[in-house]
């Protein structure tokens, strides 16, 4: 996927002043333009997109909602996790296309591993602050989660991982292979100095789920709230 241009980022930041959460689409290319990993995916605005999208990933895939009216797709079927073949995704696309302010689907490569949460807020006291810990739909359950000031360094994420108190998950647990530690830090570090980049123009972001594995660290979901007009 191209990189955003410094124009259609500006244009996107005033769109999404006006509008609320940016749109996931951009969101992932922002991040993707900032050397954050991200989920191989293709934006739809037709079946015949979404169809091609997928031949390109390979199937099984993933699509969801785009939406300006929905925030959390999960809660209103707005996520279909396995899609196994074309017929499952035209199937998923009636479906998909019926909710409120569907503007296009996102189709995307089915991942596993372990789920993580990447997070960051504007303190108004203290600045940047990144919040790390276990993810997925639990994230709110279990809030197994840790903040730091930014800038991320290494030994920040070092600290940030063994602070968790499900910290043996990352590391091995139970047969469970190791988290790679080095594409996990990266992914945070990269993360980090986005969020210094665009900090005077964020109130919130939000990617959860991040899947990591022994061989990568990637984001599957992303949502980025532009700090209010003044």
């Known amino acids: 996927m191209p990189a955003m241009l410094d124009g259609e980022r500006e244009q996107l930041w005033e769109r999404a002043r006006a509008d609320g959460w940016i749109p996931e689409p951009e969101a992932l290319r922002l991040l993707e333009a900032a050397g ?24 099984p895939v993933v699509a969801k909602v785009v939406s ?23 199937a998923a696309w009636t479906r998909l296309s019926r909710l409120e302010g569907f503007t296009g689907a996102l189709i995307a490569e089915r991942l596993a591993g372990l ?18 810990g276990l993810g997925g739909t639990a994230v709110e359950i279990y809030r197994d989660v840790v903040t ?15 602070c968790l108190r499900g910290a043996r998950l990352l590391t091995g647990f139970r047969g ?13 570090l990269a993360f980090s100095r986005l969020v210094m980049e665009i900090a005077e123009r964020i109130e919130a972001i939000d990617l959860n789920p991040v899947f990591c594995t022994a061989e990568r660290c990637v984001v599957a979901d992303a949502r980025i709230l532009p700090a209010p007009i003044p």
């Open 36 to 59: 954050v990993p991200v989920v191989r995916h293709g934006f739809a605005r037709s079946l015949e997109e979404a169809q091609a999208a997928a031949r390109r990933i390979g199937f």
């Open 176 to 188: 469970c292979a190791a988290v790679s530690l080095p594409k996990l830090t990266a992914a945070l």
């Open 148 to 162: 730091r000031l930014a800038p991320l360094r290494e030994r920040d994420v070092a600290s940030m991982v063994c």
């Open 115 to 132: 789920e993580l949460i990447f997070g960051a807020k504007i303190d108004a006291q203290f600045g940047p602050v990144i919040l790390f």
């Open 68 to 90: 300006p009216a929905i925030l959390h797709k999960s809660d209103v079927g707005g996520v279909e996790t396995a899609v196994a073949d074309p017929a499952g995704l035209s």
